[in-house]
């Protein structure tokens, strides 16, 4: 009784949070659009790459066909758009400002607004990614054959997705509570990111080597696992493995990110006196 | 000649402060390599699966990397950090400040910041393009190189009138901060030749924020594919676009009104 009460309590609180974001961040909406335009060009720009090389090479690189790249850069387009966030460059404004101060005293971990305030974005920009995506694959054709288990697992590891990136990078985000070189730590982290979720390549384009590394990283399982699914390129063992994965990091990332944020907390308190 | 000095001037101002945080060049540095890493981490893994993409070869790809750190490096030195502080001023009214001034505003808003340690991208474009044109076996004659240095210096006018037209628009949208982002997200493309884009893509870049002349067409010029016409295209957008820029620049400044009033 107590449990549905405090889920109950919790869903009114994101709600909250949820419309003030949107409200807020609706009149930004044309700032938003330019943000959401980076969100387009990076896989519409290596998608041209790569079905550039595919056609070189008579139809096909690496297992992926020109409709299959069409496909995956599409659908990576929209899966990172669906788990992507910018909580890391946030917290050393906030810190800095000391707007920070007036979160901590809420009686809510900061984490809850952060989480709907990255939604309401989503939500809001998905009026102008959607039809993107839809005109993208106009133009470019892409295939995909997701088996009929994958099409139902796959909102699963969308949701698995979010959270396995949402907390590693909250916890990145912590970083600003000890330095101010926030610009370098978050590139060095996306520049990692940016390889091993399978942003600049399938990962199937890469050596044994690079490909065994990516399994154990958590990048791949943010962004390359769910797209793989959802084009059916994955046995229903290596999608349950998968699944496992994301459960993993997730754990990592939970842990992680309370321990930084104590840490940090703490830092913050000493400063404050 | 009172502009060069004055151009001299606040150079020497830019890097008298920035010189005083050495640390920064180190941290600058580390975020060039990390760029740096990106960009050839990706030309690997394409010519891993391909000996050439569309025509280019490797080191001449390796050669478009170098003009685009260049071009960026220029951009990320003197363009940007002038133009945000232009709307900065716009923003909070203390543009007064710089109209007052007895010079033309245009020429001391785009000159009024340098940041100095930027320049690292300078630095690794052109020993990029020095290692490309060396694997080139020495094909750059001196007609060439007169080539590459007018599209690069073409393209760098045309590369600062776009951005003189994107930060002029914050007279009227003052609450689009991030309006200067649009040419840097198109940047990104132009590390890319933009020949293997689709036509309707090659237009984007090459008429609507015309990344095209920055980095592909002096990259064309020095690996020796740049025809007459590309050339005659890039002095011609880089006069249409700064007399364009100057004027919209002067529109736009009919409709400021400062702190002061």
Redesign the interface.
């Known amino acids: 009784m107590i449990a549905l009460g405090r889920i109950r309590h919790f869903l009114e609180i994101y709600r909250g949070f949820f419309r003030t974001s949107l409200a807020v961040q609706f009149q930004y909406r044309v700032a938003m659009l330019i943000w959401l335009l980076g969100g387009i060009m990076e896989p519409l720009v290596y998608l041209v790459v790569w079905t550039t090389v595919a056609r070189q090479q008579g139809g096909a690189v690496g297992g992926f066909t020109l409709q299959e790249f069409a496909g995956y850069y599409i659908g990576a387009m929209l899966v990172n758009h669906a788990v992507f966030t910018w909580i890391m460059w946030e917290y050393d404004y906030r810190i800095r400002t000391g707007e920070f101060s007036a979160t901590l005293l809420r009686p809510i971990h900061p984490i809850h607004k952060d989480i709907a305030e990255n939604l309401a974005y989503k939500v809001l920009t998905l009026a102008v990614m959607l039809p993107a995506a839809l005109l993208l694959a106009w133009i470019f054709q892409p295939r995909w054959a997701p088996q009929s288990w994958a099409l139902a697992l796959f909102p699963v590891t969308l949701v698995l997705a979010f959270f396995t990136r949402f907390f590693l990078d909250w916890s990145l985000a912590m970083a600003a509570f000890w330095t101010t070189r926030i610009n370098a730590i978050n590139q060095a982290y996306f520049v990692v990111l940016i390889f091993f979720a399978g942003r600049v390549a399938p990962l199937d384009l890469f050596p044994e080597a690079v490909q065994r590394l990516a399994m154990v990283l958590p990048f791949r399982w943010m962004l390359a696992f769910p797209v793989e699914l959802i084009l059916g390129r994955l046995t229903l063992r290596e999608a349950l493995l998968g699944v496992a994965a994301q459960l993993i990091w997730i754990g990592v990332g939970l842990a992680l990110s309370q321990t930084v944020y104590r840490a940090g907390i703490r830092r913050y308190a000493a400063f404050g006196a | 000649m009172h502009y060069l000095r004055l151009f001299l001037t606040y150079l020497k101002i830019g890097v008298l402060a920035e010189l005083e945080y050495r640390a920064n060049f180190w941290?600058q540095l580390?975020?060039t390599a990390?760029?740096l890493?990106?960009a050839l981490?990706?030309l690997a893994?394409?010519f891993?699966?391909?000996g050439?993409?569309?025509g280019w070869r490797q080191e001449e790809l390796l050669a478009l990397l170098g003009v685009y750190f260049v071009i960026g490096g220029l951009i990320r030195t003197m363009v940007r950090p002038s133009m945000q502080k232009f709307m900065e001023d716009i923003r909070k009214g203390t543009l007064d400040f710089t109209l007052t001034k007895p010079a033309d505003a245009q020429l001391l808003v785009s000159i009024q910041r340098f940041e100095l340690w930027k320049i690292t991208d300078v630095g690794v474009g052109a020993a990029l393009l020095a290692i490309a044109l060396g694997r080139l076996s020495g094909s750059v004659g001196p007609l060439q190189a007169a080539m590459f240095g007018l599209t690069l210096l073409s393209g760098g006018l045309i590369v600062y009138s776009v951005w003189l037209i994107l930060a002029t628009f914050s007279f009227w949208?003052v609450?689009?901060?991030?309006?200067l982002?649009?040419f840097m997200?198109?940047y990104?493309?132009a590390?890319?030749p933009v020949t293997?884009?689709?036509p309707w893509?090659r237009w984007l870049l090459t008429f609507l924020i015309p990344v095209a002349f920055a980095t592909t067409v002096p990259a064309e010029a020095v690996t020796g594919r740049l025809n007459a016409a590309t050339l005659a295209l890039s002095g011609g957008m880089a006069l249409a676009l700064l007399v364009a820029s100057r004027l919209f620049w002067l529109y736009g400044l009919r409709f400021y009104s400062g702190a002061s009033a």
């Open positions: 941290i580390v975020q990390m760029e890493a990106l981490g990706g893994v394409v891993r699966h391909t050439d993409l569309g949208f609450k689009v901060e991030n309006i982002v649009i997200t198109m990104e493309a590390r890319w293997i884009y689709p893509l």
